[in-house]
């Protein structure tokens, strides 16, 4: 073999072994650009976060977003197993970093992330290498975070990482304002605060021994439709929005509360069934048109109790809903 033969041999080794190196370009114009043209509505979230999630080669990592006690806790998730996916949160003293101007993210090695070891289950902890926390935010304020612990992103120098998630907070924080904050605003002041329906009860017979319904209401296929839709989902906190909706729906004409991630209580100040009609029906449209299903107007799953005509106590009245 002669010597331009091996030159060009050593070149052709030498291009196949760059080949094989994963590459590290994200689109994020062409990605906020179609996010753009996205409608308005609650699960906003997802559509960002699994943009996010191709862009920037994630292979495990959440969305957080605050709950009710503003908490920042996992809208939508990607790899992680179901223990550390409810478990994530931020701890308190990160925040106040997060929230400077010019902090656009945070990394934690191997020998620094024991303070968020109570925050994966055992065996992500143990396989878990290296964690970045990137704020989203909006006006200075964080609107959201991404906590990433896998992924090609997480092999990119510091500088590629600043200007990367300083694009990411601008960009996002103003998209997640537009498309999702903007529908919360019209639920200011409505608690998605889980209450005790036992409690709801014995409060509404003491104060008022007229006549009620209490309802039943299934959410599953609602929720599994969604699930399906949006990468990453979390039912647990999508029954927090849902309990805010329906809270503002019924306005003064009962209570409502969460049975569980994927089910309802209502009581209503009415014994005519064609009232509890109607609220279903409201129901489900509001549901159809804040997820934007494209399907059929969905129609929850219910089941109805007077009260006192079929059961005079909590206990009667849940039971006859259960059976």
Known sequence: ??????????????????DHTPLFDPDLNTLFERLNTTEKGLEF?????SGIIEELQISKGALLLPDKNRLYTPWSVEGFDQTTSRRI??????????????CSFVQFDKDEIELLKDFFSFREYSVTEKVLIAPIKSDNFIVALLFISEGLVLEQPGKVLSDLFSIISHKAGSLLNDKRESILDKLQ???????????ILNSRMTSDPSPFLLLSLKLDSFITEILKQERGSIDFRIIEDILKLVKTLMGDRGEVTARDSRSLYVLLNSSRRVEAELFIHQIGLSLSYFYKMDKAIFKPLWKMVCFPEEAQTPDELIRQLEK
């Open 1 to 18: 073999m002669g010597l331009l033969d091996r030159a060009m041999t050593l070149e052709s080794d030498q291009c196949a072994a760059v």
């Open 45 to 49: 979230p997802s559509h960002l976060f």
């Open 89 to 102: 949160r931020i701890p308190e003293n990160l925040l106040s970093t997060l929230q400077n101007e010019s």
């Open 189 to 199: 002041g409505v608690s998605s605060e889980k209450s005790d329906m036992t409690d």
